[in-house]
């Protein structure tokens, strides 16, 4: 667990978050630089069946997901997966059609009577009746100071129009004490929740839900077996027989672990180095799709075959089904224009603000980045960037907007990251 931290041991992680973050950097680098549909630079030596396995490019996320924390893909819509900000955004979790290269939000919903305190994790799991339903978990801890976690249930919606959903809320507090985590699987042959927690440096750990649990009281957390280093998302596969545990940038490596359900390995496969690798979900029964904070791309991992139990076979993808064009809306004079910001420079672990504009928009903008050095966050509502970056450089930040009309416009600038 997190504790206040004597000067030493603060300069010692600082030091050693530093220097990952200095690596993961040349991977994103690196990655940037290879050809446009596969990964050359892969954070992590995978098995041979695994590195003949190569990621794919499957869609980019519409804008109003920065701070992308949770996904999880859709039983009822195919091709649909949803997704989740964390802490400070909106009490909000979103259908995105993943069918086509560039995604697009189908749908929001709100979850009423509830906050975000720190959504870290989403799932698929059952409601009382056996129907899929969405778990969203507000799990996070990064300080060590709640005394309680929870859950929020509701049904996956049979049509994806905006609404209002009212949850069923499970709270949980663990068996040995304060955890941060950003893990929640649920397990489709039992029901059973199942929480991982995140450290930095050491192997967190597995921990499972009473089955069913219950509302109205705190659930107890019992710690099953151990997990990877800093992981940061999770999720069972569509059959029940495995799961997997990501780890990701800028403090783990860009990992995904896959075990069978007694907690034996299966494999490690190596995923795309994105900056801040926080989702993880199964596309199908033989592939994964993760994403990264400040990031819009979605990738697809291929598994290898032992990795993929209980999937008969050699397993083939889910074929995609053709969508619906959707018409290109005309450009009309004095329409949505992006402001060039320029070129920006911000200086190391120190406060930065970058203020991203648009004209000719009709509300409400919704804005978007990629490139972005760790430490810095993005408003998607206001524009606005702020935080406290690591790394230092010169960064390439890719901005777009999107307006009511679905119109679209974007820019890139420099953000230049000095020591003093």
């Known amino acids: 667990m997190s504790r206040l931290l004597t000067l030493p041991r603060a300069a010692a992680l600082a030091t050693a978050g530093l220097a990952t973050t200095l690596a993961a950097s040349v991977l994103v680098a690196t990655a940037t630089a290879s050809t446009p549909d596969t990964v050359s630079a892969l954070s992590a030596a995978?098995?041979?069946?695994?590195?003949?396995?190569?990621?794919?490019?499957?869609?980019?996320?519409?804008?109003?997901?920065?701070?992308?924390?949770?996904?999880?893909?859709?039983?009822?819509?195919?091709?649909?997966?949803?997704?989740?900000?964390?802490?400070?955004?909106?009490?909000?979790?979103?259908?995105?059609?993943?069918?086509?290269?560039t995604?697009?939000?189908?749908?929001?919903?709100?979850?009423?009577?509830?906050?975000?305190?720190?959504?870290?994790?989403?799932?698929?799991?059952?409601?009382?009746?056996?129907?899929?339903?969405?778990?969203?978990?507000?799990?996070?801890?990064?300080?060590?100071?709640?005394?309680?976690i929870t859950v929020h249930r509701f049904a996956e919606p049979d049509q994806l129009t905006n609404a209002t959903v009212t949850p069923v809320t499970y709270r949980f507090a663990y068996a040995d004490g304060r955890h941060d985590a950003e893990s929640l699987l649920a397990d489709p042959v039992t029901?059973?929740?199942?929480?991982?927690?995140?450290?930095?440096?050491?192997?967190?750990?597995?921990?499972?839900?009473?089955?069913?649990?219950?509302?109205?009281?705190?659930?107890?957390?019992?710690?099953?077996?151990p997990g990877p280093v800093f992981a940061t998302d999770g999720a069972f596969s569509p059959t029940g027989a495995s799961y997997t545990l990501r780890s990701g940038g800028p403090l783990g490596a860009n990992t995904a672990s896959v075990y069978d359900t007694a907690g034996a390995k299966l494999a490690d496969v190596a995923l795309p180095a994105q900056s801040q690798g926080e989702t993880v979900t199964y596309a199908d029964c033989a592939n994964l799709l993760v994403g990264s904070e400040n990031d819009t791309q979605i990738w697809r991992v291929p598994l290898p075959p032992e990795a993929t139990p209980g999937c008969g076979g050699t397993p083939t993808p889910t074929p995609t089904p053709t969508p619906t064009p959707t018409p290109t809306p005309t450009p009309t004079p004095g329409g949505l224009k992006f402001t060039d910001p320029g070129p920006q420079t911000c200086r190391f672990n120190q406060?930065?603000?970058?203020?991203?504009?648009?004209?000719?928009?009709?509300?409400?903008?919704?804005?978007?980045?990629?490139?972005?050095?760790?430490?810095?966050?993005?408003?998607?509502?206001?524009?606005?960037?702020?935080?406290?970056?690591?790394?230092?450089?010169?960064?390439?930040?890719?901005?777009?907007?999107?307006?009511?009309?679905?119109?679209?416009?974007?820019?890139?600038?420099?953000?230049?990251?000095?020591?003093?």
């Open 191 to 225: 029901g059973r929740l199942y929480v991982a927690s995140k450290l930095i440096g050491a192997a967190g750990k597995l921990y499972q839900a009473p089955l069913p649990p219950v509302t109205g009281q705190v659930n107890t957390l019992a710690e099953v077996r």
């Open 351 to 420: 406060p930065c603000t970058v203020q991203l504009a648009t004209t000719g928009a009709k509300p409400p903008v919704r804005y978007a980045v990629t490139g972005l050095p760790w430490g810095l966050t993005l408003d998607s509502a206001s524009g606005r960037i702020t935080g406290k970056p690591w790394g230092s450089g010169a960064f390439q930040v890719t901005a777009t907007a999107s307006d009511a009309t679905g119109a679209t416009a974007g820019t890139t600038f420099t953000l230049t990251l000095n020591w003093f």
């Open 103 to 148: 995604g697009r939000l189908l749908a929001t919903f709100t979850v009423a009577g509830v906050g975000n305190t720190d959504w870290e994790a989403l799932a698929l799991g059952t409601d009382a009746g056996g129907g899929p339903a969405l778990l969203v978990g507000d799990i996070g801890d990064n300080f060590s100071g709640r005394a309680e």
């Open 46 to 101: 995978p098995s041979a069946a695994a590195a003949a396995l190569a990621p794919e490019k499957k869609c980019t996320l519409p804008g109003g997901l920065a701070e992308l924390s949770g996904l999880a893909m859709s039983r009822r819509h195919p091709g649909v997966f949803y997704a989740v900000n964390d802490s400070g955004n909106s009490n909000q979790v979103f259908a995105v059609d993943c069918n086509t290269a």
